[in-house]
T-cell receptor, first 111, second 114 residues
Framework: QKEVEQNSGPLSVPEGAIASLNCTYS??????FFWYRQYSGKSPELIMS????GDKEDGRFTAQLNKASQYVSLLIRDSQPSDSATYLC???????????FGKGTRLHILP | DTAVSQTPKYLVTQMGNDKSIKCEQN?????MYWYKQDSKKFLKIMFS???????INETVPNRFSPKSPDKAHLNLHINSLELGDSAVYFC?????????????FGDGTRLSIL
């Protein structure tokens, strides 16, 4: 059974600090990794995608992937109250191209 | 200029009824999906179609029947609705079915069964 695990939170971070969100996955042949942000009552929207080991930066967001340890993380620098949302980690296996979402981490940025 | 649009936004109906949700994408994508997000916010894939062909069919009761008249549309028909069907249903699309393609989601249909 392939799984994607996230701490459900809530994770409370002061405004301006770095928020660190973590995700682990069980399927070793996973190849594609995504972070989606979902505001309450809204649809998920893509924040970052990452496919190879290392860091990928886009503005205030950095995705980090470590395939050997089977984890992917998302760092949000200079956190803003507007970053308060649920962040969903999604992993796609190279085996069957099926996407599996984690249950999400609720992030709360304290003004 | 909505990329993935689904209707209706809200659906309130009684147990045992049959209902449909429609989805359309204007992104020119080949692949479309239906997801169910339950009260605990767990997002789970139900079906995926690539160029009108069913490619993913997860363990979903056969009361749920997807239909794709063309690659821009993927509708979901649900027969004999049950209380456990109450959830938000999201339609999504991606460029193609390859694993490296991100998905674009519609705004969701909130289904409530009385």
């Amino acid at each position: 059974q392939k799984e994607v695990e996230q701490n459900s939170g809530p994770l409370s971070v002061p405004e301006g600090a770095i928020a660190s969100l973590n995700c682990t996955y069980s399927d070793r042949v996973s190849q594609s990794f995504f972070w989606y942000r979902q505001y309450s009552g809204k649809s998920p929207e893509l924040i970052m995608s990452i496919y190879s080991n290392g860091d990928k930066e886009d503005g205030r967001f950095t995705a980090q992937l470590n395939k050997a340890s089977q984890y992917v993380s998302l760092l949000i620098r200079d956190s803003q109250p507007s970053d308060s949302a649920t962040y969903l980690c999604a992993v796609v296996s190279n085996r069957d191209d099926k996407i599996i979402f984690g249950k999400g981490t609720r992030l709360h940025i304290l003004p | 200029d909505t990329a993935v649009s689904q209707t209706p936004k809200y659906l309130v109906t009684q147990m045992g009824n049959d209902k449909s949700i429609k989805c359309e994408q204007n992104l020119g994508h080949d692949t479309m999906y239906w997801y169910k997000q339950d009260s605990k916010k767990f997002l789970k894939i139900m079906f995926s179609y690539n160029n009108k062909e069913l490619i993913i069919n997860e363990t979903v009761p056969n009361r749920f029947s997807p239909k794709s008249p063309d690659k821009a549309h993927l509708n979901l028909h649900i027969n004999s609705l049950e209380l456990g069907d109450s959830a938000v249903y999201f339609c999504a699309s991606s460029q193609d079915a390859h694993s490296n393609q991100p998905q674009h989601f519609g705004d969701g249909t909130r289904l409530s069964i009385l």
